[in-house]
Structures are given as structure tokens and as C-alpha cells.
């Protein structure tokens, strides 16, 4: 293997760690924005319940009003009718009070109706205070979360980049340039490891001098995959210490 392949993976595994790292970073705003979302959803629908209930409350004084005004009328018309001198004015006032009798009935139904519908609205209210205040705690401890995972990301992506800085002092300057290039093409994988003579992330074979080149210990060369162009090497042991191994048994 090249003495600087050692370099590059290391970087790697740096240059992953921080992607994952800004990656956690930039989705930290998408991920407070939906719990403020759900808040003020929790809210307007709190609103939309008291509102309605003062509407209800507002129809139910103007329905009491309506039963008294009928009920009012339909008194004086009962005191009117005794005196009256004729029958065709008993029939007319009764008529009267008939007609206000029933527009004091309809006037209860609806108030019926309206002290039901506020009852629901009372109901409604109640539940929707109790929902906001359960996704205010959910809210607060979620975002007291995101704001540990952001100092804490923050932290890490501070002692990588110090970390990349040592690892990226070891690489020649075209190798680091030749690295970073092939990572951008590749999501930030600019190295694949060979086994079984397969490039691993690719799947295709690699030609055997090439595989039997990347084991020995003092390579010089750096090879790249023919099908997905990464930079390659091998973790298995070095031909040369494997040699080494098998005079010893």
C-alpha cells in the first residue's frame, strides 16, 4: 500500500464524521421550525375554540333577549284581552298572543339549541387549553434537545476540523487535491477498500497485479478503481509480513 493511502484514510474517516456532523447541523433549523409549527398550530386552534365559544355566548344572550321581548308581548296582549268589547277583537288579540306564543317558542329552541352548541364550545376550549399546554412541555424538552445536539455537534466538528488539519499535514498537496476531487464526486467517499480482489463499493474486480500491488507493504503506487474511479486499497495483511509469517510456522 502507498504510504500516504494510511493519510487518506484516515481523512476519510474525518471528512465522513464531519459531513454527518454539518448534515446533523443544517437539519437542526428544519427540526425547531416544526416543533414552533406544532405550538402555533396547538394555539390557533385554542383560538379558534374561544372564539367560537364567545360567539355562542354573544348568540345565546341575543336568543335569551328574543324569548324575553315575546314573552313580554305575549303578556300584554294577554292583558289587553279583557278589554276588549268585541269578538272580532278577542279573536285579533288572540290571535296576537298566539302568534307571539310561538315566536317565544321558536325564540326557546333556538336558545336551547345555542346553550347546548356553548356547552360543546366550553368542551372544546378546555381541550384545546389542555393539547397546547401537553405540546408547550413536549416543545420546551424538544427544544432544549436540539440545543444540546447543536452545542455538542458544534463541539465535535471543532476537534475534527483540528483533527483533518493534522491528517491533511501528511498528504503531499496534488494527492490532497486529487482526494478532495474524487470525493466530491462521490458524497465524500473518495476511497474504496478492495477485498477478495472486489472493489467494495463498486462491486467490479480489480486486475490481480493490481490487487497483488495494493497488498504489498512498500507500494508506491496509488491505484483507482477502472469502474467507479475511486482511490483503492487494501486492509488485509501485506504480502510480505504474510510471506514473513508463514517461515516462522
Same mark, same amino acid.
Given at each position: 500500500?502507498?504510504?500516504?493511502?494510511?493519510?487518506?484514510?484516515?481523512?476519510?474517516?474525518?471528512?465522513?464524521?464531519?459531513?454527518?456532523?454539518?448534515?446533523?447541523?443544517?437539519?437542526?433549523? !428544519?427540526? #425547531?421550525? =416544526?416543533? $414552533? %409549527?406544532?405550538?402555533? @398550530?396547538? /394555539? +390557533?386552534?385554542?383560538? &379558534?375554540?374561544?372564539?367560537?365559544?364567545?360567539?355562542?355566548?354573544?348568540?345565546?344572550?341575543?336568543?335569551?333577549?328574543?324569548?324575553?321581548?315575546?314573552?313580554?308581548?305575549?303578556?300584554?296582549?294577554?292583558?289587553?284581552?279583557?278589554?276588549?268589547?268585541?269578538?272580532?277583537?278577542?279573536?285579533?288579540?288572540?290571535?296576537?298572543?298566539?302568534?307571539?306564543?310561538?315566536?317565544?317558542?321558536?325564540?326557546?329552541?333556538?336558545?336551547?339549541?345555542?346553550?347546548?352548541?356553548?356547552?360543546?364550545?366550553?368542551?372544546?376550549?378546555?381541550?384545546?387549553? !389542555?393539547? #397546547?399546554? =401537553?405540546? $408547550? %412541555?413536549?416543545?420546551? @424538552?424538544? /427544544? +432544549?434537545?436540539?440545543? &444540546?445536539?447543536?452545542?455538542?455537534?458544534?463541539?465535535?466538528?471543532?476537534?475534527?476540523?483540528?483533527?483533518?488539519?493534522?491528517?491533511?499535514?501528511?498528504?503531499?498537496?496534488?494527492?490532497?487535491?486529487?482526494?478532495?476531487?474524487?470525493?466530491?464526486?462521490?458524497?465524500?467517499?473518495?476511497?474504496?477498500?478492495?477485498?477478495?480482489?472486489?472493489?467494495?463499493?463498486?462491486?467490479?474486480?480489480?486486475?490481480?497485479?493490481?490487487?497483488?500491488?495494493?497488498?504489498?507493504?512498500?507500494?508506491?503506487?496509488?491505484?483507482?478503481?477502472?469502474?467507479?474511479? !475511486?482511490? #483503492?486499497?487494501?486492509?488485509?495483511?501485506?504480502?510480505?509480513?504474510?510471506?514473513?509469517?508463514?517461515?516462522?510456522?
Amino acid at each position: 500500500m502507498h504510504p500516504n493511502i494510511k493519510h487518506l484514510i484516515e481523512l476519510q474517516i474525518i471528512d465522513l464524521r464531519l459531513n454527518e456532523l454539518r448534515t446533523l447541523l443544517a437539519g437542526l433549523p !428544519r427540526r #425547531l421550525a =416544526e416543533v $414552533e %409549527a406544532r405550538v402555533a @398550530a396547538a /394555539r +390557533q386552534q385554542l383560538t &379558534a375554540a374561544k372564539e367560537s365559544l364567545t360567539t355562542s355566548l354573544k348568540d345565546r344572550k341575543r336568543y335569551e333577549l328574543d324569548v324575553e321581548q315575546w314573552k313580554e308581548k305575549a303578556r300584554k296582549y294577554k292583558d289587553q284581552i279583557y278589554e276588549v268589547k268585541t269578538n272580532e277583537a278577542y279573536k285579533a288579540l288572540q290571535h296576537e298572543i298566539e302568534g307571539a306564543e310561538a315566536e317565544m317558542a321558536k325564540a326557546e329552541d333556538r336558545l336551547l339549541e345555542r346553550m347546548v352548541s356553548g356547552e360543546e364550545y366550553e368542551r372544546q376550549v378546555k381541550a384545546a387549553e !389542555r393539547t #397546547l399546554k =401537553e405540546i $408547550e %412541555a413536549s416543545a420546551q @424538552a424538544e /427544544r +432544549q434537545t436540539i440545543a &444540546a445536539e447543536q452545542t455538542a455537534a458544534q463541539k465535535e466538528v471543532e476537534q475534527d476540523t483540528a483533527l483533518r488539519e493534522q491528517a491533511v499535514a501528511g498528504v503531499p498537496e496534488d494527492l490532497l487535491d486529487h482526494y478532495e476531487r474524487i470525493a466530491r464526486r462521490h458524497n465524500g467517499v473518495a476511497l474504496a477498500e478492495v477485498r477478495d480482489e472486489t472493489c467494495t463499493l463498486c462491486r467490479v474486480r480489480v486486475r490481480p497485479h493490481v490487487y497483488q500491488e495494493l497488498r504489498r507493504e512498500n507500494s508506491e503506487e496509488i491505484f483507482h478503481c477502472e469502474s467507479c474511479t !475511486r482511490i #483503492l486499497y487494501c486492509s488485509v495483511q501485506p504480502v510480505a509480513q504474510a510471506s514473513a509469517g508463514g517461515n516462522e510456522s
